[in-house]
């Protein structure tokens, strides 16, 4: 089967929007989780807030999931990471 010079521009515009709306919403996700984090964080003053600032880019990866359509976030592995970060810090 030969491929025409239309169809392989289809293929690859579909790749490359689905590539940056899944980007766009990490990048979201992640901005609106750090945000809730530190206000949290503020209200409470359990710890130096900048420091989910430092871990929060770690800990969002570790428990961000995009497979295929589906996206999940594990919100419990991401406050266990920042927790644990924060108090090795303080070690």
Same mark, same amino acid.
């Given at each position: 089967?030969?491929?025409?010079?239309?169809?392989?521009?289809?293929?690859? +515009?579909?790749?490359?929007?689905?590539?940056?709306?899944?980007?766009?919403?990490?990048?979201?996700?992640?901005?609106?989780?750090?945000?809730?984090?530190?206000?949290?964080?503020?209200?409470? @003053?359990?710890? &130096?807030?900048?420091?989910? +600032?430092?871990?929060?880019? &770690?800990?969002?990866?570790?428990?961000?999931?995009?497979?295929?359509?589906?996206? &999940?976030?594990?919100? &419990?592995?991401?406050?266990?990471?920042?927790?644990? @970060?924060? @108090?090795?810090?303080?070690?």
């Amino acid at each position: 089967m030969k491929w025409s010079k239309t169809a392989v521009l289809i293929i690859v +515009s579909i790749f490359s929007i689905s590539y940056i709306y899944s980007s766009i919403k990490y990048i979201q996700l992640s901005n609106e989780i750090e945000e809730k984090k530190l206000k949290v964080c503020v209200k409470q @003053k359990i710890y &130096d807030c900048e420091l989910i +600032s430092k871990y929060h880019e &770690d800990c969002f990866k570790s428990s961000y999931r995009s497979e295929y359509r589906i996206r &999940d976030f594990h919100t &419990d592995e991401y406050h266990s990471c920042i927790d644990r @970060k924060i @108090k090795l810090h303080g070690q």
